[in-house]
């Protein structure tokens, strides 16, 4: 069993930062992707960004103002978000996943943090 849970987020202007961090708990040795997704008002869920093995992948509405990074403990992700943009308000999930090739064999979702931009 993993539990995954989300710290950060909050309330930012336009243009600045906000950092989000996540942390698995449990059986994370099987963890093997990490990605943030986001969840607007009125919109279904999207991936945001991902990492697996290394190799990083980014919505375009983010390419270039978000980095996904993760900690040599399984299971440990962080989402820096900059140049923030009233359209990034949203719930902010971490994912973690245990993946065979394209196939999620496993995932676990954290409860979600709100980050909301706005002047």
């Known amino acids: 069993q993993v539990q995954v849970v989300e710290y950060g987020g909050g309330l930012a202007q336009p243009g600045e930062s906000l950092n989000l961090s996540c942390t698995a708990r449990?059986?994370?040795?099987?963890?093997?992707?990490m990605a943030w997704f986001r969840q607007a008002p009125g919109k279904q869920r999207e991936l945001v960004a991902s990492?697996?093995?290394?190799?990083?992948n980014y919505t375009d509405a983010v390419k270039g103002r978000f980095t996904i990074s993760s900690g040599n403990t399984k299971g440990t992700a962080w989402l820096q978000m900059r140049d923030l943009k009233p359209e990034d308000t949203a719930v902010y999930y971490c994912?973690?996943?245990?993946?065979?090739?394209?196939?999620?064999?496993?995932?676990?979702w954290g409860p979600g943090t709100q980050a909301t931009v706005t002047s």
């Open positions: 990492m697996t093995n290394g190799n990083t």
């Open positions: 994912n973690a996943q245990t993946t065979a090739g394209s196939m999620v064999i496993d995932e676990c």
């Open positions: 449990g059986s994370v040795f099987r963890i093997n992707k």
